[in-house]
């Protein structure tokens, strides 16, 4: 069957027999009316809902967002997006995962950081830190991300490297520098040419790329994560939505994209089409490298039922982001489900892109 897209309307076709046709279209409604009654009450600005079930796809925009390519600020969906073109260059035999990371940044060295390899890095097991503890500092003075690379190669290790997980977007920022080095070209170059055009990702940018800051959803900062200038008067010239941060290119936290974009790059990885990654190594991603009792992480991705939402399988692979996104790949269902909103993840708890994924994954059922 032929692939349709509907905007707007939620119509679903091809789903099966009639009763679970039904059925689905009823959860993916459910799904949708969340968000609608979320920018209804003026919860959320912007939404934008994708979701792609084997052949067949709903997707519904809602609130100030215009259309279905609408662009928002992805959060740390922009993770997995980079890593993606770090690992186009591990199928050219540019590096190994064990490699240490001072085989590529030699001033790496000293308080265990010979340890650390690209592995750790891509699961969040190096012992890096989240965010640099002078990050606002950073933001305030708009250092590039040059700057940022400086201070995490000197920013003291938490723990000895493998032996404990915490999430770091340190970790991918100093992952994407090794994908620098390699390739002599930086981050947001090299995210376009190894994911976006391979991916016919039209509407998505490693920071602004081709489009003007007008063209992109607005962050609602009042409510952000304080990383991002969240409840800080005086972050306006650093926060989410200034053009420093959207100019940047943080691989931790600045891709812009819309929902059918993001759901084309998840496609890949579930489909092993071949476009950006070898099929081996879409698998190598998706799969839990960490050992039993450490949070499960595939490279640059979440993995495993937490990955998705409340009734996915083990086998699903996805991202959140703080700017209020999520998006999850299930290969048992063959469901990817991407749902933008301009509402920062953690200002309100049942978030509603939480809830409208929850009804997607229950659909799939």
């Known amino acids: 069957m032929k692939r349709r897209a509907f905007i707007q309307s939620g119509l679903v076709v091809g789903l099966g027999t009639p009763v679970f046709a039904a059925l689905q279209r009823e959860r993916l409604d459910e799904a949708a009316e969340v968000l609608a009654r979320a920018t209804r009450e003026g919860q959320v600005a912007s939404a934008v809902m994708h979701v792609v079930q084997r052949e067949t796809s709903f997707t519904r925009a809602f609130g100030k967002a215009g259309s279905e390519h609408a662009m928002f600020l992805l959060g740390s969906i922009s993770k997995p997006i980079a890593v993606t073109a770090l690992m186009s260059l591990f199928d050219r035999g540019e590096f190994k995962l064990a490699d240490p990371l001072k085989k590529f940044i030699p001033q790496f060295t000293g308080d265990n950081r010979e340890q650390v390899t690209i ?15 002078d990050n606002d500092a950073l933001r305030r003075k708009h250092a590039p991300l040059a700057e940022f690379v400086e201070h995490a190669i000197r920013t003291p290790l938490q723990f000895a490297p493998g032996s404990k997980y915490q999430y770091s977007s340190m970790a991918i920022l100093l992952a994407t520098r090794v994908a620098e080095l390699i390739s002599g070209t930086d981050i947001l170059k090299l995210v376009a040419r190894a994911v976006f055009q391979p991916l016919k990702m039209q509407h998505s940018a490693q920071g602004l790329g081709r489009f003007k800051l007008e ?19 005086n972050a306006k010239h650093w ?14 936290g600045c891709t812009h994209a819309s929902a059918p974009d993001v759901a ?25 490298h960490n050992p039993a009792g450490f949070t499960p992480r595939g490279l640059g991705l979440a993995v495993g039922a937490a990955a998705g939402s409340k009734g996915c399988s083990e086998k699903t692979f996805g991202h959140t982001g703080s700017t209020g996104t999520i998006a999850w790949a299930d290969p048992v269902t063959h469901t990817i489900c991407v749902v933008l909103t301009s509402l920062p993840a953690r200002a309100v708890q049942p978030h509603p892109r939480d809830l409208a994924a929850n009804a997607v994954a229950a659909s799939a059922r």
């Open 239 to 252: 926060d989410w939505n200034s053009p420093y941060w959207r100019k940047l290119g943080a691989p931790w």
């Open 215 to 233: 063209d992109l959803v607005p962050c609602q900062t009042d409510r952000a994560a304080p990383e991002a200038g969240g409840g800080d008067p």
């Open 119 to 133: 592995q750790h890095l891509l699961t969040h097991v190096s012992g890096l830190p989240d965010q640099l503890a």
């Open 264 to 288: 084309r790059f998840l496609a890949e990885l579930l489909n092993e089409t071949a476009a950006a990654v070898k099929p081996e190594t879409a698998r190598l991603m998706v799969r839990n």
